[in-house]
């Protein structure tokens, strides 16, 4: 398989309070000399991340040790600019498996679903709600259920819906990229071929 499956994920989230968070400030370009999808981890946000002599800036939240999780959530427009497809290969080979915002990037949006991120959109009233649980707990969880396609907070049972195309949601709960698709399809191409010879 191409990546994890993804059903249902149980987590604790890293906020990301930012608005217009663009793919260059998820991954600089310099890093993206490499090929293969691993390594992007330790670069992610790099320049929020990091001073020039690459000590850790105390006041961002990935080097905060209060907030953890495989969930990211992030503020309005995430994943703007352009169309690199190591921003989704940073927030993968870092640990995220989800990012929640009230409006994505359609080329980030595509990218993330290609490799395993599950991209949430939710409105922006529930996108307050979840900062504010996490604001008054850093270990509040979130049900990502995207068999049902659901977000909820758990300690209070509030939820949304959430819209995905259901071929991604067919590969995201199989593991599944675009090739690992057309694989589970040999027996059907098969059958099909022998109509057309």
């Given at each position: 398989?191409?990546?994890d499956?993804f059903k249902?994920l149980?987590?604790?989230?890293v906020?990301?309070p930012?608005?217009?968070?663009d793919?260059d400030?998820?991954?600089p370009?310099?890093?993206?000399?490499?090929?293969?999808?691993?390594?992007?981890?330790?670069n992610l946000?790099?320049?929020?991340?990091?001073?020039?002599?690459?000590?850790?800036?105390?006041?961002?939240?990935?080097?905060?040790?209060t907030?953890?999780?495989?969930?990211?959530?992030?503020g309005?427009?995430?994943?703007?600019g352009?169309?690199r497809?190591?921003?989704?290969?940073?927030?993968?080979?870092?640990?995220?498996?989800c990012?929640?915002?009230?409006?994505?990037?359609?080329i980030?949006?595509?990218?993330?679903?290609?490799?395993?991120?599950?991209?949430?959109?939710?409105s922006?009233?529930f996108?307050?709600?979840?900062?504010?649980?996490?604001?008054?707990?850093?270990?509040?969880?979130?049900?990502?259920?995207l068999?049902?396609?659901?977000?909820?907070?758990?300690?209070?049972?509030?939820?949304?819906?959430?819209d995905?195309?259901?071929y991604?949601?067919?590969?995201?709960?199989?593991?599944?990229?675009?090739?690992d698709?057309?694989?589970?399809?040999?027996?059907?191409?098969?059958?099909?071929?022998?109509?057309r010879?």
């Amino acid at each position: 398989m191409a990546y994890d499956s993804f059903k249902v994920l149980t987590s604790s989230c890293v906020p990301l309070p930012l608005e217009n968070v663009d793919t260059d400030q998820i991954i600089p370009a310099r890093f993206l000399k490499a090929t293969k999808r691993e390594g992007f981890g330790d670069n992610l946000f790099r320049d929020w991340r990091y001073n020039g002599d690459d000590t850790p800036k105390a006041d961002f939240v990935l080097n905060n040790p209060t907030y953890s999780g495989k969930i990211l959530v992030a503020g309005r427009n995430f994943g703007s600019g352009s169309s690199r497809e190591h921003a989704a290969w940073a927030i993968y080979d870092y640990g995220f498996r989800c990012v929640i915002s009230s409006f994505f990037a359609d080329i980030f949006k595509g990218n993330s679903l290609n490799i395993g991120i599950l991209p949430v959109t939710v409105s922006p009233e529930f996108l307050d709600k979840i900062f504010t649980a996490i604001e008054k707990d850093p270990k509040a969880e979130v049900i990502v259920d995207l068999p049902s396609q659901k977000v909820t907070l758990a300690a209070t049972g509030e939820s949304e819906s959430f819209d995905i195309n259901g071929y991604k949601k067919h590969n995201m709960t199989n593991g599944f990229d675009d090739i690992d698709y057309l694989q589970s399809m040999k027996a059907e191409i098969a059958e099909f071929e022998k109509t057309r010879i």
